[in-house]
C-alpha cells in the first residue's frame, strides 16, 4: 500500500485493517511487463476508482459525485495513481 494507507485506514474506520489480500499492487509498467510477456500488447487503458476515505461513509451517495467530480481531475495528472482500479484491453502480438 502507499506508505501510511493502512495506518490512515485504521484511524478512519476505528478497527484492525489486515493484511488485504483481495487489493492487487500491480503497477502499470508491472502490468505491461506482464502482458508482454504473456505476448501481449495494450490497446486501450483507463484507470478509475476514487475512493476518499471518511467522505464515503460521511456522506453516502452525496459523495459518490464528489469523488467522481475528483477523479476527473485527477486523471491524467500525477495524482492519478489514487485512483484504484486499472482497465486495459489487449491484443496478442502480432507474429
Same mark, same amino acid.
Given at each position: +500500500?502507499?506508505? %501510511? +494507507?493502512?495506518?490512515? $485506514?485504521?484511524?478512519?474506520?476505528? &478497527?484492525?485493517? =489486515?493484511?488485504?489480500?483481495? =487489493?492487487?499492487?500491480? /503497477?502499470?509498467?508491472?502490468?505491461? &511487463?506482464?502482458? $508482454?510477456?504473456? %505476448? +501481449?500488447?495494450?490497446? #486501450? #487503458?483507463?484507470?478509475? !476508482? ?6 464515503? #461513509?460521511?456522506? !453516502? /451517495? ?5 469523488? $467522481? $467530480? +475528483?477523479?476527473?481531475? =485527477?486523471? %491524467? /495528472?500525477?495524482? &492519478?495513481?489514487?485512483?484504484? /482500479? ?8 502480432? !507474429?
Amino acid at each position: +500500500f502507499l506508505p %501510511g +494507507f493502512i495506518q490512515l $485506514a485504521r484511524r478512519v474506520y476505528n &478497527e484492525a485493517v =489486515i493484511k488485504a489480500e483481495h =487489493i492487487n499492487l500491480l /503497477t502499470r509498467r508491472k502490468l505491461r &511487463e506482464q502482458l $508482454a510477456i504473456a %505476448g +501481449f500488447v495494450p490497446v #486501450e #487503458e483507463w484507470v478509475s !476508482g476514487m475512493y476518499l476515505p471518511g467522505i464515503a #461513509e460521511a456522506l !453516502g /451517495t452525496r459523495a459518490l459525485s464528489i469523488e $467522481a $467530480a +475528483f477523479e476527473r481531475k =485527477i486523471r %491524467g /495528472t500525477r495524482l &492519478e495513481h489514487a485512483l484504484w /482500479t486499472q482497465f486495459v484491453v489487449a491484443r496478442p502480438c502480432a !507474429g
